[in-house]
């Protein structure tokens, strides 16, 4: 599975997710009963689906921004994690994790470049995102 498919898949389970939340908000302003219904995830009621569609709209806004804003570190980050990064691939982020396990973990953030293939620009495009901790 590819970047582009692991994202799209990504997406897919966000809004199936949010599509649950406002089918339970939905039978809430129904009053219908839902035998498995959880409080936790639960979606307010709406007065229209005007306002339940951007209700989702905001919930999933705010779930991209805090996948995008986490932190990685790239001693530990997954290949899931690393493709979380711009300008980072699959294929790239195999070969920052086959990196540090054939050269150990890395001291600083900058020796992200010693990887074939990620040079200083997408390290300084991701800096902020970055950490090296053990």
């Known amino acids: 599975m590819n970047a582009h498919h692991k ?5 897919l389970t966000t809004l199936t997710s949010l599509i649950k939340k406002a089918t339970l908000g939905l039978a809430c302003c129904l ?3 839902i035998t498995t219904f959880n409080y936790a995830s639960a979606a307010p009621c709406f007065d229209s689906p005007q306002m339940a569609y951007e209700y989702l709209l905001a919930q999933e806004t705010a779930q991209n921004q805090a996948y995008t804003q986490a932190s990685v570190n790239i001693n530990r980050a997954t290949e899931a994690q690393l493709v979380s990064l711009h300008g980072i691939g699959s294929s ?3 070969a920052i ?5 054939m050269f150990g973990g890395f001291k600083t953030v900058d020796e992200l470049t010693k990887v074939k ?3 200083t620009k997408t390290v300084e495009k991701n800096r902020q995102r970055l950490s090296v901790q053990d």
Request: aromatic share 10%.
């Open 92 to 94: 790239k982020a195999q």
């Open 117 to 119: 293939g990620i040079g």
């Open 31 to 33: 009053g219908l009963t």
């Open 7 to 11: 994202a799209a898949f990504a997406s």
């Open 97 to 101: 994790i086959l990196y540090r396990e």
